[in-house]
């Protein structure tokens, strides 16, 4: 059997959703490895010591541990919708919006979403910032719920698990009252694509080294 890349992914993280989406557009099959947070494999803390998913291994031996750089390598290696030159053309600006959603938004985001975790903070002063931040974003999505043109673009892929994030910490708020309405449709839109639905198909756990599951998995939606 032919060397596969191995992926250490978690179904709900963010980080590991855009990199399973590039390696799909990219069309390249992976073993998955579907991680517990609270029991991470010693084989991808071996690869990774950091501890985050997802982690991805080449058939070289190679480790890719950032999200971002499994989206690039897997674009670099196949690109059939020619994300990266989209990307290429507003790189500088691009490069804005993906670090302000991973820094700014995301360290608001978890303490909005997770107060519990924190000492003395007011969730909603985060949920303020969260909306604020998206301001700028929802100004550039366009009457086809995208950023760029008709088609999802490496921008939309890296930033939208987390807008999904932020509804999820209160649906009926984001839904109702959250102010910026374009960012409403384009991930209503998002949600739905089948490359989404496809990378958000459940995996069991991975626990036992000699057990091979493929991703991406063609047989359900
Ligand atoms: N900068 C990393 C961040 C990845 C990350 O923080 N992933 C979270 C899950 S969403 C994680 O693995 N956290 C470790 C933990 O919760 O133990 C990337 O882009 O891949």
């Not at 590991?16 to 991470?40: D, G, H, P, Q």
């Not at 494999?41 to 070289?60: A, D, F």
Request: charged share 25%; glycine share 2%; hydrophobic share 40%.
């Amino acid at each position: 059997m032919t060397k596969l890349p191995i992926l250490y992914s978690f179904r709900r993280c963010p980080y590991a959703m855009r990199a399973r989406m590039a390696l799909l557009i990219s069309n390249i099959t992976c073993e998955i490895r579907e991680v517990r947070l609270s029991n991470k494999p010693s084989e991808m803390l071996t690869l990774s010591p950091k501890g985050t998913v997802p982690v991805l291994l080449l058939e070289n031996g190679l480790v890719l541990d950032e999200s971002l750089d499994i989206m690039f390598w897997a674009l670099e290696r196949n690109d059939p919708n020619s994300l990266l030159q989209d990307y290429l053309i507003n790189e500088s600006e691009n490069k804005k919006i993906l670090n302000m959603i991973d820094n700014d938004f995301k360290f608001a985001l978890d303490r909005y979403k997770y107060p519990n975790r924190y000492d003395d903070i007011d969730p909603l002063k985060y949920r303020d910032i969260c909306e604020n931040i998206l301001v700028s974003i929802n100004n550039k999505i366009n009457e086809y719920n995208y950023i760029y043109g008709k088609h999802l673009s490496f921008l939309d892929m890296a930033v939208l698990p987390f807008i999904r994030q932020f509804r999820i910490a209160n649906p009926v708020w984001f839904d109702n009252e959250m102010s910026q309405i374009k960012i409403k449709f384009w991930l209503e839109n998002f949600l739905s694509l089948t490359t989404f639905k496809n990378v958000m198909i459940k995996y069991p756990e991975w626990v036992n080294a000699r057990e091979k599951i493929i991703f991406p998995n063609n047989g359900a939606v």
